[in-house]
């Protein structure tokens, strides 16, 4: 998506600067849109952000609209990788119950706290051109394969209760997880509160009487995410 220029290929050096570069306007412009919204969001903000000047922006991406698709589409992805690597890191006796524990958490901690890019794509996909929203489409698509597998996984293993139907107790999950962006305020409440809440609500609307007996929460998140929250900030 970005433009070459022309002539000879940029050096290796040149070459690591100008991603360098391209990253810190993505970065911008994540930042700037996670606030101000699509109608907000003004390339001039961006460049005082990603302190360069605004004209070079269009080096590395042709218009307002490809830089806001680019951030859109890498906010999904970057939480779905995210998600991905933390189930896979699971031991392997994890419960299907404790895997959407687990996913419920990972994704509060990296849209809240971690990811400005997360945080754009979640709270503009209603605002911004379907054009746009393409690329974010497929990925998001990617990301609800990973909850149909968790919801179904936990189904098979008699630990859904019994009178859900999957693909709408998947939804209001999701949709209740993604609304967080909307309202919470690290000033009036601790993150780790509202991950526990949150698993404690997930738990017991999805799961069976046993498996809500058995779902006593920790009171804080694992520690590989928490360290993650306080020393990358909200880039990734």
């Known amino acids: 998506m970005s433009r070459k220029s022309a002539g000879k290929p940029p050096t290796e050096t040149s070459d690591s600067k100008s991603a360098r570069t391209r990253e810190r306007i993505l970065d911008a412009a994540a930042h700037v849109l996670s606030r101000r919204g699509y109608a907000g969001t003004r390339l001039s903000d961006v460049a005082d952000q990603a302190q360069i000047q605004a004209p070079a922006i269009y080096y590395y991406f042709s218009s307002r609209e ?12 970057r939480l779905r990788e995210h998600v991905a690597e933390a189930l896979d890191a ?18 509060l901690r990296y849209q809240l706290a971690i990811s400005d890019f997360a945080t754009a794509a979640i709270r503009n ?30 189904q ?29 305020n690290p000033r009036q409440g601790s993150l780790d509160v509202v991950v526990r809440t949150a698993r404690s609500l997930v738990r017991n609307g ?5 498996v809500q007996e058995e779902g006593a929460t920790p009171p804080s998140g694992t520690s590989r995410t928490r360290r993650a929250a306080t020393t990358t900030g ?3």
Request: cysteine-free; aromatic content about 6%; hydrophobic content about 45%.
């Open 90 to 107: 699971l031991p392997a006796d994890t419960t299907p119950m404790e895997r959407i524990d687990a996913a419920v958490e990972e994704h």
């Open 206 to 210: 999805l799961g069976a009487p046993a």
């Open 234 to 236: 909200r880039t990734a």
């Open 156 to 184: 098979k293993a008699g630990e859904l209760r019994a009178d859900l139907e999957p693909r709408a107790a998947r939804m209001l999950v999701l949709g209740a997880l993604n609304w967080t962006t909307e309202w919470w």
């Open 125 to 154: 996909a209603g605002q911004v051109p379907e054009d746009i929203r393409t690329r974010q489409l497929s990925e998001e698509g990617k990301y609800g394969d990973i909850w149909r597998a968790l919801i179904q996984d936990a």
């Open 66 to 77: 490809v830089l806001i698709e680019e951030v859109m589409w890498v906010g999904v992805a």
